[in-house]
T-cell receptor
Framework: GQNIDQPTEMTATEGAIVQINCTYQ??????LFWYQQHAGEAPTFLSY????GLEEKGRFSSFLSRSKGYSYLLLKELQMKDSASYLC??????????????FGTGTLLAVQP | DGGITQSPKYLFRKEGQNVTLSCEQN?????MYWYRQDPGQGLRLIYY???????QKGDIAEGYSVSREKKESFPLTVTSAQKNPTAFYLC????????????????FGEGSRLTVL
């Protein structure tokens, strides 16, 4: 099967650091994505991990452990505009079909002053 | 500019009517996807296609149909068999061959919001 779990909601303070976790189960893992989505808009790409370790891109970092089926997105120096949903998505081989890309339900992050 | 275009942005449909949502990309991407998003929910996969003239069912394909006659186009038809079609529909594409492990970033269109009256 292919299950992706992430917290439903999180709250953090402007200027702080927040970590959003994602755990997954998939057949034939082929990459993990993080996307940001503001209400009513399409998701925008944040990061992609296919090998274990940390990928850093400005204020955003994403970590992957394939053996644990675990990833996190780290947001530093939080700004009010970071208030959005953060979606974890996993690409994998499923039932003979290649590269099926499945999203988690998303984590709604509220950044407070 | 290269990108992925969905139309219409807003659509109203009467019960019992079929409706087709358009998705066109000029990114030369092999793979295309259709997702549905309900309020406060994540994205659920309806159908996807990795190559022209081939497509696979996602997790919620019932009541939907697709075609992939051209690389650039992947239209989604919401049929009258779909019992609860009111939702936000997102089309996406990425550079992906059938046997390639180079997955590439997933590019989204702006979405189509369908409301059944």
């Amino acid at each position: 099967g292919q299950n992706i779990d992430q917290p439903t909601e999180m709250t953090a303070t402007e200027g702080a650091i927040v970590q959003i976790n994602c755990t997954y189960q998939t057949s034939g893992f082929n990459g993990l994505f993080w996307y940001q989505q503001h209400a009513g808009e399409a998701p925008t790409f944040l990061s992609y991990n296919v090998l274990d370790g940390l990928e850093e891109k400005g204020r955003f970092s994403s970590f992957l452990s394939r053996s644990k089926g675990y990833s996190y997105l780290l947001l530093k120096e939080l700004q009010m505009k970071d208030s959005a949903s953060y979606l974890c998505a996993v690409s994998g081989y499923y039932g003979g079909a290649t590269n099926k890309l499945i999203f988690g339900t998303g984590t709604l992050l509220a950044v407070q002053p | 500019d290269g990108g992925i275009t969905q139309s219409p942005k807003y659509l109203f449909r009467k019960e019992g009517q079929n409706v087709t949502l358009s998705c066109e990309q000029n990114l030369n991407h092999d793979a295309m996807y259709w997702y549905r998003q309900d309020p406060g929910q994540g994205l659920r996969l309806i159908y996807y296609s990795q190559i022209v003239n081939d497509f696979q069912k996602g997790d919620i394909a019932e009541g939907y149909s697709v075609s992939r006659e051209k690389k650039e186009s992947f239209p989604l038809t919401v049929t009258s068999a779909q019992k609860n079609p009111t939702a936000f529909y997102l089309c996406a594409s990425r550079r992906q061959g059938v046997n390639s492990r180079d997955t590439g970033e997933l590019f989204f269109g702006e979405g189509s919001r369908l409301t059944v009256l």
